[in-house]
């Protein structure tokens, strides 16, 4: 198997170090250079032990268990599959504000409300009623298809939502029969590592299957690259980054990636602007607006931009003039120059996550408690549009018409296909702005969070493959079709 290119593990230890940085209080451990692995012992040459409640130092040997108990759970069949499925929907929901309290504590982003809302609604994810087998007859006899797991996935988890993604995760990955070797984000790891030692426990007990979910305790590059190189992980299972999603692509297994995003909105002249205005805060400002689906830039057709700023405002959004944002702009962004020559702005991460108090405070201004989100005019250039920049403060775009509007927006999310929202009555707009964004979720007179099936109808996951194209992930996702031919036999008509 090979290993991942220099180049692109050197950008994941950046952006990991990055993140930690404003994230975690404590210093993010170096990347050391690998032991020789002892003669006998597992394939990374470590000391680590053989984990608790699948909680491991060591990947090879996490990867070892996870083989196991998913050998185990094969056994015991897809009744065992279901039974895991309602231990961790059950242990998600009732510990979820516990949880996500010891969560936001950890990560210092986000909202606390809002991480506890986010396992609150795991309950929605799909499981293993979504394996429903496919089947054909005719004169040459019976074929059927199912959908068999692939055995161990290796799952990375993103600091925004370490247990309602590997929750989700677990889910999804459990209904198709696979264990699962998990590398959380450094700053979301201790959390994520609480989760698994509760499902595990249940599991073990109800089931008698030990290490069914396994993580890493101390997560770096090094125990990404090892999981991309275990012989025993048979997928790659992404979210997070550019970096870590083009590493795993390079890999050489098959990688299922939740890639970037930058989603835009269009706001047009027939809009209920009211209620467009509350339904954009709604989205925008949930978890601090965390959310890869979440409202990042809205587009508002010039005849209705001064009305329909006005209902922002109605709505309990606060407004930061010309001079605040540029205050604003100037403590989000640094500026750093790409091999071209050109000026590149990159997130300020001390301010991903940051409740709209802390921004008005940089911006030079104060906002009443409870200001869910902040929002500026802007032109279609500026650095809150074009880059995911992850903070409650929505950049509002005035353009002259309908047709400018979604240019522009297709511009802004630059083909990445993730999500886009319009707020129309026009049937014939809806239709041309979904044809032309060609986005995986595309939201119709809701909030961002509809398309997830909050206020909308639909299933829910927080892992939305957009890279690699299998879209919202479900039980599905993570299995291999195998097919059953049986030739003239058996057929009753």
Same mark, same amino acid.
């Given at each position: 198997?090979?290993?991942l290119?220099?180049?692109?593990?050197?950008?994941?230890?950046e952006?990991?170090?990055?993140?930690?940085?404003?994230?975690?209080?404590?210093?993010?451990?170096?990347?050391?250079a690998?032991?020789?692995?002892?003669?006998?012992?597992?394939?990374?040459?470590?000391?680590?032990? *053989?984990?608790?409640?699948?909680?491991?130092?060591?990947?090879?040997?996490?990867?070892?268990?996870?083989?196991?108990?998913?050998?185990?759970?094969?056994?015991?069949?897809?009744?065992?599959?279901?039974?895991?499925?309602?231990?961790?929907?059950?242990?998600?929901?009732?510990?979820?504000?516990?949880?996500?309290?010891?969560?936001?504590e950890e990560?210092?982003?986000?909202?606390?409300?809002?991480?506890?809302?986010?396992?609150?609604?795991?309950?929605?994810?799909?499981?293993?009623?979504?394996?429903?087998?496919?089947?054909?007859?005719?004169d040459? #006899?019976?074929?059927?298809?199912?959908?068999?797991?692939?055995?161990?996935?290796?799952?990375?988890?993103?600091?925004?939502?370490?247990?309602?993604?590997l929750?989700?995760?677990?889910?999804?990955?459990?209904?198709?029969?696979?264990?699962?070797?998990?590398?959380?984000?450094?700053? #979301?790891?201790?959390?994520?590592?609480?989760?698994?030692?509760?499902?595990?426990?249940?599991?073990?007990?109800?089931?008698g299957?030990?290490?069914?979910?396994?993580?890493?305790?101390?997560?770096?590059?090094?125990?990404?690259?090892?999981?991309?190189?275990?012989?025993?992980?048979?997928?790659?299972?992404?979210?997070?980054?550019?970096a870590?999603?083009?590493?795993?692509?390079?890999?050489?297994?098959?990688?299922?990636?939740?890639?970037?995003?930058?989603?835009v909105?269009?706001?047009?002249?027939?809009?209920?602007?009211?209620?467009?205005?509350?339904?954009?805060?709604?989205?925008?400002?949930?978890?601090?607006?965390?959310?890869?689906?979440?409202?990042?830039?809205?587009?508002?057709?010039?005849?209705?931009?001064?009305?329909?700023?006005?209902?922002?405002?109605?709505?309990?959004a606060?407004?930061?003039?010309?001079?605040?944002?540029?205050?604003?702009?100037?403590?989000?962004?640094?500026?750093?120059?790409?091999?071209?020559?050109?000026?590149?702005?990159?997130?300020?991460?001390?301010?991903?996550?940051?409740?709209?108090?802390?921004l008005?405070?940089?911006?030079?201004?104060?906002?009443? *408690?409870?200001?869910?989100?902040?929002?500026?005019?802007?032109?279609?250039?500026?650095?809150?549009?074009?880059?995911?920049?992850?903070?409650?403060?929505?950049?509002?775009?005035?353009?002259? *018409?309908?047709?400018?509007?979604?240019r522009?927006?297709?511009?802004?999310?630059?083909?990445?296909?993730?999500?886009?929202?319009?707020?129309?009555?026009?049937?014939?707009?809806?239709t041309?702005?979904?044809?032309?964004?060609?986005?995986?979720?595309?939201?119709?007179?809701?909030?961002?969070?509809?398309?997830?099936?909050?206020?909308?109808?639909?299933?829910?996951?927080?892992?939305?493959?957009?890279?690699?194209?299998?879209?919202?992930t479900?039980?599905?996702?993570?299995?291999?079709?195998?097919?059953?031919?049986?030739?003239?036999?058996?057929?009753i008509?």
């Open positions: 198997m090979q290993t290119d220099p180049e692109i593990l050197r950008s994941v230890v952006s990991v170090v990055s993140r930690l940085k404003n994230v975690d209080p404590s210093p993010a451990p170096a990347p050391t690998k032991p020789a692995a002892a003669k006998g012992s597992c394939g990374c040459g470590c000391a680590g032990s *053989d984990g608790n409640l699948g909680v491991f130092t060591c990947v090879d040997k996490a990867a070892d268990a996870a083989q196991h108990a998913h050998l185990k759970l094969k056994k015991l069949g897809v009744q065992a599959r279901s039974k895991v499925i309602e231990i961790v929907k059950t242990l998600a929901v009732s510990n979820a504000e516990p949880w996500g309290r010891f969560e936001m990560t210092k982003i986000g909202r606390v409300d809002h991480k506890i809302a986010k396992l609150l609604i795991t309950k929605n994810v799909p499981g293993v009623e979504w394996l429903r087998p496919d089947a054909m007859s005719g040459g #006899g019976i074929m059927m298809e199912e959908y068999a797991p692939f055995g161990v996935v290796g799952a990375i988890l993103p600091v925004t939502h370490s247990v309602p993604t929750t989700g995760n677990v889910i999804n990955m459990v209904a198709a029969g696979n264990a699962i070797v998990f590398n959380p984000h450094p700053g #979301g790891a201790r959390s994520a590592a609480m989760a698994v030692r509760a499902y595990n426990e249940a599991i073990k007990r109800e089931l299957i030990e290490n069914l979910i396994t993580t890493i305790e101390q997560p770096t590059l090094e125990s990404f690259d090892l999981i991309c190189r275990n012989p025993q992980i048979s997928l790659l299972a992404i979210t997070g980054g550019p870590v999603v083009s590493a795993a692509m390079k890999s050489g297994k098959r990688a299922i990636c939740a890639g970037p995003g930058n989603p909105v269009v706001v047009d002249e027939t809009a209920d602007l009211a209620k467009a205005a509350r339904h954009i805060i709604e989205g925008a400002a949930f978890d601090n607006n965390l959310l890869c689906i979440g409202e990042k830039a809205v587009f508002v057709v010039g005849s209705v931009f001064n009305r329909f700023c006005e209902e922002l405002r109605k709505a309990g606060a407004r930061l003039d010309s001079r605040q944002l540029e205050k604003l702009t100037a403590a989000a962004f640094t500026y750093k120059e790409t091999d071209g020559g050109c000026s590149h702005p990159v997130v300020n991460r001390d301010l991903v996550g940051a409740d709209p108090t802390k008005a405070a940089h911006a030079g201004t104060t906002v009443p *408690d409870g200001t869910q989100l902040l929002f500026a005019e802007t032109d279609a250039d500026h650095a809150y549009v074009q880059e995911e920049q992850m903070m409650p403060m929505l950049p509002i775009v005035s353009c002259p *018409d309908f047709e400018t509007s979604v522009e927006a297709k511009r802004a999310e630059h083909n990445y296909r993730h999500s886009a929202i319009i707020h129309t009555k026009d049937v014939d707009h809806m041309h702005m979904a044809k032309e964004m060609d986005t995986t979720i595309f939201v119709k007179n809701g909030p961002s969070v509809a398309g997830l099936g909050l206020g909308g109808e639909g299933y829910l996951s927080y892992s939305i493959a957009t890279t690699t194209g299998e879209g919202i479900t039980p599905k996702t993570f299995t291999r079709i195998r097919r059953c031919v049986l030739v003239e036999n058996l057929r008509i």
